[in-house]
T-cell receptor, first 109, second 116 residues
Framework: RKEVEQDPGPFNVPEGATVAFNCTYS??????FFWYRQDCRKEPKLLMS???SGNEDGRFTAQLNRASQYISLLIRDSKLSDSATYLC??????????FGGGTRLMVKP | GAVVSQHPSRVICKSGTSVKIECRSL??????MFWYRQFPKQSLMLMAT?????????EQGVEKDKFLINHASLTLSTLTVTSAHPEDSSFYIC????????????FGPGTRLTVT
């Protein structure tokens, strides 16, 4: 079983739609969680950290369910510029960050 | 914000030659830097963890004699791909973690290596 699992997609949604991505992780001792965004042929960029109480940053909302070892990212009012691959990232053994395979989002006009 | 630079951004070399990639943290000190490799349409794969002043820790399956890592200062780590072969062609990305508390990693822009 992979340490961090994500549905690879692609998710094809129209502009203005709400889309949600999920991620599961295997290490119950993990303490830190992040969502990164990676554009094609570019490096990953930190989108937001994920806190136990859930957190929101503009159109983006992240949720963490420790009991189910599950993380989600919700994007409201999708923009064309949101098209990218979204990486779920968890700190694993030895405090090393482990990346999921990414979920590809394509927002269409 | 934290900025990490990488040089070169793109390199084409002949099979059998060596290529050095530099990773620098520009506005913070990084006690730990990471080297990743990403093949097309695949996820980032951690190759090694580089700690300033000590030997790098390599992930299973990564040849330490082929991928030489040096982390000589708190702002610079280098990856040298020795005797490169076409199968080494990939996108190599470094990242750095600030020495201050926090696990966020900041990524360099990546180096696209093509071995002919």
């Amino acid at each position: 079983r992979k340490e961090v699992e994500q549905d690879p997609g692609p998710f094809n949604v129209p502009e203005g739609a709400t889309v949600a991505f999920n991620c599961t992780y295997s290490n119950s001792a993990s303490q830190s969680f992040f969502w990164y965004r990676q554009d094609c042929r570019k490096e990953p960029k930190l989108l937001m950290s994920v806190y136990s109480s859930g957190n929101e940053d503009g159109r983006f909302t992240a949720q963490l369910n420790r009991a189910s070892q599950y993380i989600s990212l919700l994007i409201r009012d999708s923009k064309l510029s949101d098209s990218a691959t979204y990486l779920c990232v968890v700190n694993g053994a030895g405090n090393m960050l482990t990346f999921g395979g990414g979920t590809r989002l394509m927002v269409k006009p | 914000g934290a900025v990490v630079s990488q040089h070169p951004s793109r390199v084409i070399c002949k099979s059998g030659t060596s290529v050095k990639i530099e990773c620098r943290s520009l506005d913070f000190q990084a006690t730990t830097m990471f080297w990743y490799r990403q093949f097309p349409k695949q996820s980032l794969m951690l190759m090694a963890t580089s700690n300033e002043g000590s030997k790098a820790t390599y992930e299973q399956g990564v040849e330490k004699d082929k991928f030489l890592i040096n982390h000589a200062s708190l702002t610079l780590s280098t990856l040298t791909v020795t005797s490169a072969h076409p199968e080494d062609s990939s996108f190599y990305i470094c990242s750095a973690r600030d020495k201050e508390p926090g696990l966020e990693q900041y990524f360099g822009p990546g180096t696209r290596l093509t071995v002919t």
